[in-house]
């Protein structure tokens, strides 16, 4: 049984930063292929980031390329988003994914098995 906890949301104004983290267990970490999702009131579930099982390869959507950062510390089995400048739209639930298949930079949620409760992340103006 994999778990993800996600933890590190709040509240924060806009220009800001936070640092959500995303512990695994139940698994061989770091095996697995993560990323980052966001779901906004109304809206579907959309892809942020993803990381390869060592930490060589990620890849962003275009809406948060340049501030989010992704990274991951195999001995911790955690993997981080560390969100700068941050904009009201980034308002949103951030969900933890991982998956064992090989890495692709896969955006879509069926590309990931496992799947976090989320944290909520709000951004006032």
């Known amino acids: 049984q994999v778990q993800l906890v996600e933890s590190g949301g709040g509240l924060v104004q806009a220009g800001g930063s936070l640092r959500l983290s995303c512990v695994v267990s139940g698994r061989t970490f770091s095996n697995y292929r993560m990323g980052w999702f966001r779901q906004a009131p109304g809206k579907e579930r959309e892809f942020v980031a993803t990381?390869?099982?060592?930490?060589?390869?990620?890849y962003y959507a275009d809406s948060v390329k340049g501030r989010f950062t992704i990274s991951r510390d195999n001995a911790a089995n955690t993997v981080y988003l560390q969100m700068n400048s941050l904009k009201p739209e980034d308002t949103a639930v951030y969900y933890c994914?991982?998956?064992?298949?090989?890495?692709?930079?896969?955006?879509?949620?069926?590309?990931?098995?496992?799947w976090g409760q989320g944290t909520q992340v709000t951004v006032s103006s």
């Open positions: 994914a991982g998956d064992n298949r090989p890495w692709r930079p896969i955006t879509t949620m069926n590309g990931y098995d496992y």
């Open positions: 990381i390869s099982w060592s930490g060589s390869s990620k």
